[in-house]
Antibody, heavy 127, light 107 residues
Framework: EVQLVESGGGLVQPGGSLRLSCAAS????????MSWVRQAPGKGLEWVSG????????HYADSVKGRFTISRDNSKNTLYLQMNSLRAEDTAVYYC????????????????????WGQGTLVTVSS | DIQMTQSPSSVSAFVGDRVTITCRAT??????LAWYQQKPGKAPKLLVY???TLQGGVPSRFSGSGSGTDFTLTISSLQPEDFATYYC?????????FGQGTRLEIK
C-alpha cells in the first residue's frame, strides 16, 4: 500500500523558513516523479513544485520561485520542500503527491496525474 | 502560464441527476488533463487522467471527455457520496495549473 506522510509544518513568522518532509513507502520511490501541492484555507488547489525521479529536473510555480526548493533523497525515500522568505500568503495545507505512471512513464511530472496523496501538513505564516 | 477555467463555480443538484462540469484551457493542452475530487478535510482523489481515462476503482458513472482546450467531467447519476469539490488540472506544460474548482452541493 502506498503511503505518503508529510511532516514539518507549523507556525512560522513572516520572513522565516521551514522544511517540509514527505516520507514515502509502499512503492519504488526512486522511479517516480513527485509534486508538492498546497491549499490555502477555504481556497482551491495550487501546484507548488515538482521533481523528476532522479531529482535532476525541478520546476516551480511563479509564486514560490526563488524562495522554495524541492529536493529528494532516494536512499531515504523522502521528498523535501525547503521554504524560505515565507509570506502570509504561503499559509496553506501542503500535500505531497506521487505521479501516476502512464505508458510506463513515471519519471517526469508532465503528461501525468497525481494518483496518491499524503494527508497534508499545515503551514501557518503569521506574526 | 496556462490558465484553467472551470464552470460552473458551484452547482446544486439532486441525487440521481446528471451533472456536467466544464474546464477550459487558455492554450491547447492536447489530452493532458486530469480531474480530481476533494471532500472537506481530505486530500484530493484522482478520478480521470489523460482527459478520458477513468482511474482504477472510480465508479463508471464518472466520465471525462475533450481534447485541446475544452474538457468536461460528467457524473451520469449523482450519488450522495459525490457531493464534493471537483478540480481540473493541466500537465501539458510548466507550471502545472489547476482550475479554481467546482463545488457540487446537494439540493
Amino acid at each position: 500500500e502506498v503511503q505518503l506522510v508529510e511532516s514539518g509544518g507549523g507556525l512560522v513568522q513572516p520572513g522565516g523558513s521551514l522544511r517540509l518532509s514527505c516520507a514515502a513507502s509502499g512503492f519504488t520511490f526512486s522511479t517516480y516523479a513527485m509534486s508538492w501541492v498546497r491549499q490555502a484555507p477555504g481556497k482551491g488547489l495550487e501546484w507548488v513544485s515538482g521533481i523528476s525521479d532522479s531529482g535532476f529536473s525541478t520546476h516551480y510555480a511563479d509564486s514560490v520561485k526563488g524562495r522554495f526548493t524541492i529536493s529528494r533523497d532516494n536512499s531515504k525515500n523522502t521528498l523535501y520542500l525547503q521554504m524560505n522568505s515565507l509570506r502570509a500568503e504561503d499559509t496553506a495545507v501542503y500535500y505531497c503527491a506521487k505521479r501516476r505512471c502512464s505508458n510506463g512513464v513515471c519519471s517526469t511530472i508532465l503528461r501525468g496525474a497525481s494518483e496518491d496523496w499524503g494527508q497534508g501538513t499545515l503551514v501557518t505564516v503569521s506574526s | 502560464d496556462i490558465q484553467m477555467t472551470q464552470s460552473p463555480s458551484s452547482v446544486s443538484a439532486f441525487v440521481g441527476d446528471r451533472v456536467t462540469i466544464t474546464c477550459r484551457a487558455t492554450q491547447d493542452i492536447s489530452r493532458w488533463l486530469a480531474w480530481y475530487q476533494q471532500k472537506p478535510g481530505k486530500a484530493p482523489k484522482l478520478l480521470v487522467y489523460s482527459a478520458t481515462t477513468l482511474q482504477g476503482g472510480v465508479p463508471s458513472r464518472f466520465s471525462g471527455s475533450g481534447s485541446g482546450t475544452d474538457f468536461t467531467l460528467t457524473i451520469s447519476s449523482l450519488q450522495p457520496e459525490d457531493f464534493a469539490t471537483y478540480y481540473c488540472q493541466q500537465a501539458n506544460s510548466f507550471p502545472v495549473t489547476f482550475g479554481q474548482g467546482t463545488r457540487l452541493e446537494i439540493k
